[in-house]
């Protein structure tokens, strides 16, 4: 049946409501489940979340879900269930697609204000097993492997941000004279059991190292950056968030040698595509970090410049069109205080080398 749109002033709803008579089949299915529709999505949730097959997606999404549908009698055990999993997941990889979720239902609950506090304590139990496993992660990887994991590590970055912001709140809200006070809800309990229980299965793992999140986070970035063995793309884009963040001093002499004639120009190029993945704004403001780009293209060979054109577009074409036009400024400016070398050009030779160049950026010669 068609609802009548009713409302006052500009707003307005229109609700077109359809039985289909498998719903009778899943009330009495579901029936068992509750007497209501809320005790009966509580007990749902907690069959989902003690399914021996749950993923770690899984239940992550489970937690928001029970959030998204005021299910407060539900969260303990799934919770529980979240923290076991995190615990025992071997692939850090899961675990930093699942932090970012999870710290947003940390920072902002739901709008109904259902309480989600013992998501704290899962949060943070990721987060240092991510920071235990992303230096055995980033060994041995590929192209397409590192490209994947760079997308991990900026969004776990991101959700550290956000962490932090979270608990910048939270000790702004505390009373004065004395620490934030513990929740101390059944969620909380839950989860905190949870975590300790699966930590005794696994083994036992140390705690979060000492500081916030923000700063152990950061700590790993640095060990794992300092490493010989990383791949190009990860290695640049490590480099930039710890400029970025204000926990580096030599990135030009990283950049320096990352681009020196003894590392090959594909992954020299890997680490430019990955360094400036965070925007081109940088080369604008640092000339020097500019110059040795700059450098290190034009002191590129014929073949060597055609093998790394494409990462370069990539990375480049992803600026915007104010940065390049900057960059450009940038580069044409400090040209003009070099004295240029006169010397003679054929033109006719050069035709050749225009036109495969002109090709390689897809514009037609004409």
């Known amino acids: 049946a068609l609802g009548e749109a009713r ?19 899943a009330l009495i299915e579901h029936a068992a489940l509750g007497t209501t529709v809320a005790s009966a999505a509580a007990q749902r949730a ?18 928001e879900l029970c959030l998204l549908a005021e299910l407060p009698e539900a969260l303990p055990e799934v919770l529980a269930a979240l923290s076991a999993k995190a615990a025992l997941d071997t692939d850090v990889t899961h675990l ?23 998501l704290a304590v899962i949060v943070r139990s ?44 939270a000790d702004a809200a505390a009373p004065p004279g004395g620490a934030r006070a513990s ?41 794992v950056s300092d490493r010989q063995d990383l791949h190009g793309l990860i290695e640049g884009r490590l480099t930039r968030i710890l400029l970025d963040s204000g926990e580096l001093q030599d990135a030009g002499d990283r950049m320096s040698r990352a681009m020196s004639s003894g590392q090959t120009p594909a992954r020299a190029a890997a680490w430019v595509e990955g360094f400036l993945s965070g925007g081109g704004l940088l080369l604008v403001h640092d000339p020097r970090l500019l110059a040795l780009v700059d450098g290190w293209l034009t002191g590129l060979s014929g073949d060597q410049f055609t093998d790394v054109l494409p990462l370069l577009r990539r990375t480049f074409g992803g600026f915007a069109v104010p940065e390049r036009r900057a960059v450009g400024e940038r580069l044409r400016s400090a040209g003009r205080g070099r004295p ?7 033109e006719r030779r050069a035709a050749a080398a225009v036109a495969t160049v002109l090709s390689i950026i897809g514009r037609d010669g004409g």
């Open 7 to 25: 409302g006052k002033g500009t707003f307005r709803e229109t609700w077109t409501l359809q039985w289909r008579p498998e719903h009778d089949l």
């Open 46 to 63: 907690r069959d989902l979340a003690g399914a021996e097959r749950a993923a770690l997606a899984d239940l992550t999404s489970l937690v």
């Open 96 to 118: 930093m697609a699942a932090l970012p979720a999870m710290v947003r239902a940390h920072r902002y609950g739901d709008v109904r204000g259902t309480s989600a506090e013992g």
């Open 126 to 169: 990721m987060l240092e097993r991510i920071c235990v496993g992303l230096p055995v992660a980033v060994t041995g990887l590929d192209d397409d492997a590192a490209a994947d994991l760079l997308k991990h590590v900026d969004a776990v970055h991101t959700a550290v941000a956000l962490l932090a912001d979270a608990d910048a709140d």
């Open 183 to 223: 929740a101390g809800t059944a969620s909380e309990g839950a989860a905190s059991a949870g975590v300790a229980s699966a930590e005794t299965a696994s083994g036992g793992e140390e705690g979060a190292a000492g500081g916030s999140p923000r700063s152990r986070w950061l700590v790993t970035l640095r060990g």
């Open 340 to 346: 240029e070398a006169e010397q003679d050009v054929d």
